[in-house]
């Protein structure tokens, strides 16, 4: 079951490659953040308390929920942001080499997981969504964008932990879910402050700032 999760969170990563439209992004961020949800309660399910379901709730609440919540209503609505995606490459290319660096990971992650007590998918999986999270900060132009591209690849050193490390490091992870929150809190900020000074919510507005 834990194998199926993840292959679906690998082919939500697939999709970011082939959409060019905002919400569709932070649709990808919030299956992601409910396949994670079910990834860290499966191993729970045998010993459920309150403590266990402490942070698999608190990442629902938080990346499902919360964070998805203040980009589509505080940054995408109010400011009336574009959803549609431009892109420093071609779609295809950029699909192409999203394939082909999935591709390379999984056989990468597949030799050097060969001798030591690491699951392969889950390891795949999460460094595939590093890979893809960066790809989207360095390949796509909009501001807000680059915010889920971080987000994604947050979600992919999240999964790195589960899939590396026999037990969570409980207060570890839920002090990054509330660092990432706040992160995303700032970024928007910052976004609404450019929005406000530039009419243009791509990185290319950015050029126009002086120290």
């Given at each position: 079951m834990g194998n199926v999760l993840n292959i679906l969170f690998c082919l939500s990563l697939l999709y970011?490659?082939?959409?060019?439209?905002?919400?569709?992004?932070?649709?990808?961020?919030?299956?992601?953040?409910i396949l994670l949800f079910f990834i860290v309660m499966l191993p729970l399910l045998n010993h459920i308390s309150v403590f266990t379901l402490l942070l698999p709730l608190t990442i629902l609440v938080v990346k499902a929920i919360?964070?998805?919540?203040?980009?589509?209503?505080?940054?995408?609505?109010?400011?009336?942001?574009n959803t549609t995606i431009e892109s420093n490459i071609q779609q295809f290319n950029f699909l192409l080499l999203?394939?082909?660096?999935?591709?390379?990971?999984?056989v990468f992650c597949n030799i050097i997981t060969k001798d030591a007590a690491v699951?392969?998918?889950?390891?795949?999986?999460?460094?595939s969504s590093v890979v893809i999270g960066l790809y989207v900060i360095?390949?796509?132009k909009k501001l807000i964008v680059h915010v889920i591209g971080f987000l994604v690849m947050e979600n992919g050193i999240f999964l790195l932990g589960i899939a590396v490390a026999s037990e969570m490091p409980f207060l570890i992870e839920l002090g990054m879910l509330l660092d990432i929150?706040?992160?995303?809190?700032?970024?928007?900020?910052?976004?609404?402050r450019i929005s406000s000074t530039f009419a243009a919510d791509e990185v290319?507005?950015?050029?126009?700032?002086?120290?």
């Amino acid at each position: 079951m834990g194998n199926v999760l993840n292959i679906l969170f690998c082919l939500s990563l697939l999709y970011l490659a082939t959409t060019t439209r905002v919400t569709a992004y932070l649709k990808v961020f919030v299956l992601q953040s409910i396949l994670l949800f079910f990834i860290v309660m499966l191993p729970l399910l045998n010993h459920i308390s309150v403590f266990t379901l402490l942070l698999p709730l608190t990442i629902l609440v938080v990346k499902a929920i919360l964070i998805p919540w203040y980009i589509r209503k505080k940054i995408i609505y109010e400011l009336e942001i574009n959803t549609t995606i431009e892109s420093n490459i071609q779609q295809f290319n950029f699909l192409l080499l999203s394939v082909f660096s999935m591709v390379a990971v999984f056989v990468f992650c597949n030799i050097i997981t060969k001798d030591a007590a690491v699951a392969p998918i889950p390891f795949s999986a999460a460094f595939s969504s590093v890979v893809i999270g960066l790809y989207v900060i360095i390949f796509r132009k909009k501001l807000i964008v680059h915010v889920i591209g971080f987000l994604v690849m947050e979600n992919g050193i999240f999964l790195l932990g589960i899939a590396v490390a026999s037990e969570m490091p409980f207060l570890i992870e839920l002090g990054m879910l509330l660092d990432i929150f706040v992160v995303v809190f700032l970024m928007g900020i910052a976004i609404n402050r450019i929005s406000s000074t530039f009419a243009a919510d791509e990185v290319s507005a950015l050029d126009k700032l002086k120290n």
